[in-house]
């Protein structure tokens, strides 16, 4: 499902099943947030970069997680675990950056929002479907999306579902860096480069310091309860419908 690479200061975290854009399955948000974890404790990695191989970053949470939710705790284990994901790339002491490409949909934004810096290519496909399929959009996205694009763009894109370019995101806040898909690698791999010529103690408590501030600004905290309004959108049947129109819809592409 993933891939994880450690070289020196630099780890680097693959989401690995590119045939089918780097889908987020159960399994592969588990191993993620454990990925995370093990990295978090190795004192002598500074930088992680997460990407996607093949096409694209990541097309979001796989369709299962929206068909085959088991009912009762452990359904809400199941739906919580993009929440503990997120959170656990967000608790890294390491600076993590997101190399993004190709298609970046629903928890792959989220997986991306949960990064510390995020750099993409020019022709990035940027889209949050989660109300055309019938749920909230959890994982802790919303208070991350507030945080770095503001309030009035995240209604607007969460609510209209609508796809925006990397050049919008960038305008917004979310991207620090496009570049074209060619010069990608290099950036990220430059960027990577010049934080671990970094001091590591100046580097790491600027990370702590800057979340210390937007953790007191947004409060993301308050997802824990993202999986209740997942279960509720799961087993809404106006939403149910809704789902089914656009996996049709996505299916006839």
């Known amino acids: 499902m993933i891939e994880v690479r450690v070289d020196g200061g630099r780890a680097d975290i693959v989401l690995a099943r590119p045939q089918k854009r780097n889908p987020l399955s159960t399994e592969s948000l588990a191993e ?4 995370a974890v093990w990295i978090d404790s190795q004192e002598a990695i500074q930088i992680v970069i997460v990407s996607g191989l093949g096409r ?22 199941v739906a ?3 929440r503990r994901m997120a959170d656990a790339i967000e608790r890294m002491q390491q600076v993590v950056i997101a190399k ?18 995020r750099l993409a290519a020019e022709d990035t496909y940027f889209s949050i479907p989660e109300i055309d399929l019938g749920i909230p959009l959890s994982w802790g996205g919303i208070p991350r999306l507030v945080r770095e694009m503001g309030p009035a763009l995240t209604k607007e894109l969460v609510m209209t579902c609508r796809p925006f370019t990397a050049v919008e ?5 979310f991207l620090n860096s496009v570049v074209s898909a060619v010069e990608l690698d290099r950036a990220v791999d430059d960027l990577a480069a010049t934080l671990l010529s970094k001091p ?14 937007t953790e007191q600004m947004v409060g ?9 309004g997942l279960m509720a959108g799961l087993n809404d049947p106006e939403g ?9 819809q996505i299916a006839k592409r």
Request: charged share 25%.
């Open 32 to 35: 993620i947030e454990a990925a």
């Open 100 to 117: 993004i490409h190709g298609h970046c949909v629903g928890g792959g934004v989220v997986l991306a929002s949960a990064c510390d810096l």
């Open 56 to 77: 694209s970053f990541s097309a979001g949470a796989e369709v299962s997680i929206f068909t085959e939710v088991p009912r009762g705790a452990e359904g809400r284990r």
């Open 169 to 173: 995101a960038k305008n917004a806040g």
């Open 220 to 228: 993301s905290m308050r997802s824990w309860s993202d999986a209740d």
């Open 240 to 248: 149910r419908a809704s789902a089914e129109r656009y996996l049709q």
């Open 200 to 213: 590591r103690l100046a580097l790491l408590s600027t990370k702590r310091h800057v979340n210390a501030v």
């Open 80 to 82: 919580d675990g993009g």
